[in-house]
């Protein structure tokens, strides 16, 4: 069956860094695009950054631009998520999920499968 595992949340300091990776398996992972979501305590979720079949990439959330980068391994099939300058208000717990189409999109009710989440707490 389709799953989405997430990995790689902790606690980290303001300005530090963490890498986030989303396991694939039981679909056409090649074929997918393949988005990533946070929801902090009381806020909705909201559509971070995404990645086409094609590699073609798209950051949604203006607040992480230029900080945080999406790359995938269809050998792997594996997507990562590089997060760098982290700030307190990054804290969230980050999904990755499968569009239901092969495009990517910033509204949740487009993805069909979600992984279990992971949590990013940044904090001095």
């Known amino acids: 069956q389709v799953q989405l595992v997430e990995s790689g949340g902790g606690l980290v300091q303001p300005g530090g860094s963490l890498r986030l990776s989303c396991a694939a398996s039981g679909f056409a992972f090649y074929d997918a695009a393949i988005g990533w979501f946070r929801q902090a305590p009381g806020k909705e979720r909201e559509g971070v950054i995404c990645?086409?079949?094609?590699?073609?990439?798209?950051t949604y959330a203006n607040t992480v631009k230029g900080r945080f980068t999406i790359s995938r391994d269809n050998v792997k099939n594996l997507v990562n998520l590089e997060m760098n300058s982290l700030r307190p208000e990054d804290t969230a717990i980050y999904y990755c999920a499968r569009s239901r189409a092969p495009l990517c999109s910033s509204t949740s009710s487009n993805y069909n499968y979600w992984g279990q989440g992971t949590q990013v707490n940044v904090s001095a």
């Open positions: 990645i086409t079949s094609y590699g073609v990439t798209i």
